[in-house]
C-alpha cells in the first residue's frame, strides 16, 4: 500500500515550452502534497506544499507564476514548470500525506526534467 | 528554513562492516525521519523517531536522537552492497505543517 506514481520519470522539452508533471497517490486519498526539486548530488528542496481544493504555499525564493501547481483531486497533483529554461533541468520529486495521518510522506519515483 | 547538515557526505565501506551517519539540525522538531534514495531514483522511508525518543531500532537500523544537542545518527550494521545508496535525514519542526527539511545526505558505498 501507500504507492504514490509519478508520470512522466523522464522529460527532454525545448526552452520555452511548458512541462507538466503528475503526482497519483494510488491507494490512499491524500489532503496534502509536497513537491520537491533535486540538483544532482544535492538534497531535497522543498518547492511548495499543495492542498486539495485550495491554493498552493509556495517557499520562498520559488516562483508561484512560473511552477504552478494543481491539486484538483484527493489523488492527483499536477505541477507545470511554464517557459522552461535550462536552469529549470533539475530532478522533481512529489510525496502525499494519506488523509489522517499527520506524521507520514510517501514519495514518488521522481521525474528528471532537461531542458534543452 | 535551513537544511541540516549530515556527515560524513561520503562514506565508503566493505560488506559486513557497520555504517554511521550523523545528521544535526537547526530548530526544534515533531520527529526526525531518514530516508535512503538511490541513484535517480525516489525516496524510501527508512525510520521516524519522535522528539521524545532516544533510540529505536528496526531489523539492521539503528537511530539516536540528542534532542538537547540536536542531532541525530542512523547506524546500519553488518551492511551489504544492497546498503549502496545515498541516506537523508529530514525533521518536521514544530508548526511546520508537516514540511520536512531534508539534511544535506550521506553518500554510502558497501564494497563487496
Known amino acids: 500500500g501507500a504507492v504514490v506514481s509519478q508520470h512522466p520519470s523522464r522529460v527532454i522539452c525545448k526552452s520555452g515550452t511548458s512541462v507538466k508533471i503528475e503526482c497519483r497517490s494510488l491507494d490512499f486519498q491524500a489532503t496534502t502534497m509536497f513537491w520537491y526539486r533535486q540538483f544532482p548530488k544535492q538534497s531535497l528542496m522543498l518547492m511548495a506544499t499543495s492542498n486539495e481544493g485550495s491554493k498552493a504555499t509556495y517557499e520562498q525564493g520559488v516562483e508561484k507564476d512560473k511552477f504552478l501547481i494543481n491539486h484538483a483531486s484527493l489523488t492527483l497533483s499536477t505541477l507545470t514548470v511554464t517557459s522552461a529554461h535550462p536552469e529549470d533541468s533539475s530532478f522533481y520529486i512529489c510525496?502525499?500525506?494519506?488523509?489522517?495521518?499527520?506524521?507520514?510522506?510517501?514519495f514518488g519515483p521522481g521525474t528528471r526534467l532537461t531542458v534543452t | 528554513s535551513q537544511q541540516g547538515e549530515e556527515d560524513p557526505q561520503a562514506l565508503s565501506i566493505q560488506e559486513g562492516e557497520n555504517a554511521t551517519m550523523n545528521c544535526s539540525y537547526k530548530t526544534s522538531i515533531n520527529n526526525l525521519q531518514w530516508y535512503r534514495q538511490n541513484s535517480g531514483r525516489g525516496l524510501v522511508h527508512l525510520i521516524l523517531?519522535?522528539?521524545?525518543?532516544r533510540e529505536k531500532h528496526s531489523g539492521r537500523l539503528r537511530v539516536t536522537l540528542d534532542t538537547s544537542k540536536k542531532s541525530s545518527s542512523l547506524l546500519i550494521t553488518a551492511s551489504r552492497a544492497a546498503d549502496t545508496a545515498s541516506y537523508f535525514c529530514a525533521t518536521d519542526g514544530r508548526g511546520g505543517g508537516n514540511k520536512l527539511t531534508f539534511g544535506t545526505g550521506t553518500q554510502l558505498k558497501v564494497e563487496l
Open positions: 510525496s502525499a500525506r494519506p488523509r489522517g495521518l499527520y506524521n507520514e510522506q510517501y
Open positions: 523517531i519522535r522528539s521524545n525518543e
